[in-house]
């Protein structure tokens, strides 16, 4: 059953309980399978068996009004070519249109530019005898790599990753407004714009062009090309997807191996395990630990009902430390047999960039732990960020041990 029990309370905007929220979330599967929240109206799973069924039912669990609890309680409209908005048809025609750029021979043909842009930025701190995992290289690779790929200028980039990192944190205790999210995605589209005009005229290879030229059948049988906002659309959410979750999943791992030297030294000793490393980080810190689900017909958990037009949070950080699914789930270990997480979601809205991501962060693990191959946190200067989209660190500062 749901309850309002104050013993057990968890709420997705108090800064407190985003620290180390997965106390909270044990208890959660234990005592409150099926949580309801009643300050801000919203049913939670925690179980993994729960998550996971209710992501692969979209018809029930609906994308299309958002997948941030605050952004389905305003009502806002989804701007098109928001694709993780969006339940099929119109997310299968949409997100074809990207398959493509994301096909694991695209991707794979990246690694070559993806060790480049960590050569630049370690070589940029190799004298300092200190380095920060996000600002260093955890922001800079992701950055560089998702604007190669859309055909952002390298000069322009680092300001358009500031300003959506500016415009998706919160303030302590409260939700974001709508008026916010709409400003935000205003001024990226505004900044987008110019970018999609210039590659009207000056087309490139890159994703810009491809979306501009691309065409599809609509849902309603016609055929076409994006339409302009549209494509702003897609870029906007690229820009900002291809660098929030990389970029934590980096921050994680240079926590966690810190945390963990003798697993720390069996990677640098050994770099193949670095994948498998990579897969324990993203189920142990899932960068993106919470999705927001409109419900769109009444629907039972654990005896009781809930009706449609409530909101469901999934908690899918909650569910890849479940010991249903994982024994000893809130232990780190890199050697851990990995089973299918939940960290890219399940499903149609399985992230279609998750081949990157990991990528990206196998590529930057491989070549810090080749130059610094032990490190440990400056915990006085480390500063955690706090949004609605994903939970990791703003600022990760280490000192590296000779």
């Known amino acids: 059953m749901a309850t309002t029990d104050n013993s057990v309370y968890y709420d997705p905007y108090d800064f407190e309980i985003d620290k180390d929220p997965?106390?909270?979330?044990?208890?959660?599967?234990?005592?409150?399978?099926?949580?309801?929240?009643?300050?801000?109206?919203?049913?939670?799973?925690?179980?993994?068996?729960?998550?996971?069924?209710?992501?692969?039912?979209?018809?029930?669990?609906?994308?299309?009004?958002?997948?941030?609890?605050?952004?389905?309680?305003?009502?806002?409209?989804?701007?098109?070519?928001?694709?993780?908005?969006?339940?099929?048809?119109?997310?299968?025609?949409?997100r074809g249109l990207l398959t493509g750029i994301f096909s694991p021979r695209k991707i794979s043909s990246l690694e070559s530019k993806v060790r480049e842009y960590c050569a630049r930025s370690l070589d940029a701190i190799a004298d300092r005898g200190a380095f920060d995992f996000i600002n260093d290289i955890g922001a800079q690779v992701p950055m560089r790599t998702i604007g190669v790929l859309l055909g952002i200028p390298e000069q322009d980039q680092q300001a358009i990753r500031d300003q959506i990192d500016h415009g998706l944190e919160l303030k302590d205790g409260a939700p974001q407004s709508a008026d916010m999210y709409e400003r935000l995605?205003?001024?990226?589209?505004?900044?987008?714009?110019?970018?999609?005009?210039?590659?009207?005229?000056?087309?490139?290879?890159?994703?810009?062009?491809?979306?501009?030229?691309?065409?599809?059948?609509?849902?309603?049988?016609?055929?076409?090309?994006?339409?302009?906002?549209?494509?702003?659309?897609?870029?906007?959410?690229?820009?900002?997807?291809?660098?929030?979750?990389?970029?934590?999943?980096?921050?994680?791992?240079?926590?966690?191996?810190?945390?963990?030297?003798?697993?720390?030294?069996?990677?640098?000793?050994?770099?193949?395990?670095?994948?498998?490393?990579?897969?324990?980080?993203?189920?142990?810190?899932?960068?993106?630990?919470?999705?927001?689900?409109?419900?769109?017909?009444?629907?039972?958990?654990?005896?009781?009902?809930?009706?449609?037009?409530?909101?469901?949070?999934?908690?899918?950080?909650?569910?890849?430390?479940?010991?249903?699914?994982?024994?000893?789930?809130d232990k780190f270990n890199i050697h851990r047999p990995m089973t299918s997480h939940l960290a890219f979601g399940y499903g149609v809205h399985f992230c279609l960039g998750a081949a990157l991501a990991r990528l990206e962060a196998r590529i930057t693990l491989e070549e810090i732990l080749k130059r610094f191959p032990d490190w440990e946190v400056d915990w006085d200067n480390a500063v955690q960020a706090h949004t609605s989209t994903v939970r990791g660190w703003k600022s990760l500062p280490v000192k590296i041990c000779k």
């Not at 049913?43 to 068996?49: D, T």
């Not at 549209?230 to 870029?235: A, F, P, S």
């Not at 193949?272 to 490393?277: E, H």
């Not at 899932?286 to 039972?300: C, F, G, K, L, W």
């Open 22 to 94: 997965y106390p909270i979330w044990k208890r959660l599967r234990e005592e409150q399978p099926l949580y309801f929240n009643p300050k801000y109206e919203f049913f939670a799973l925690s179980r993994f068996e729960d998550v996971e069924r209710c992501s692969k039912d979209w018809r029930r669990y609906s994308s299309s009004r958002g997948t941030l609890l605050e952004l389905i309680k305003s009502g806002m409209k989804i701007p098109p070519g928001s694709i993780i908005f969006e339940d099929p048809p119109e997310h299968d025609l949409h």
């Open 185 to 329: 995605v205003e001024g990226q589209s505004g900044v987008f714009a110019e970018y999609i005009d210039w590659r009207t005229k000056h087309p490139s290879d890159d994703v810009m062009t491809e979306l501009l030229n691309a065409e599809f059948d609509d849902v309603n049988g016609k055929r076409r090309k994006l339409s302009r906002e549209e494509v702003i659309g897609y870029v906007n959410l690229l820009a900002a997807a291809g660098n929030e979750t990389t970029t934590r999943l980096i921050g994680w791992a240079g926590k966690l191996l810190a945390e963990h030297p003798d697993q720390r030294r069996a990677v640098a000793k050994d770099l193949s395990l670095v994948t498998n490393m990579i897969e324990e980080v993203l189920r142990f810190e899932s960068p993106s630990p919470v999705q927001a689900r409109y419900i769109t017909e009444d629907v039972q958990h654990y005896g009781q009902t809930i009706k449609a037009g409530n909101v469901m949070l999934l908690l899918t950080a909650s569910a890849n430390r479940d010991h249903r699914r994982f024994p000893d789930g």
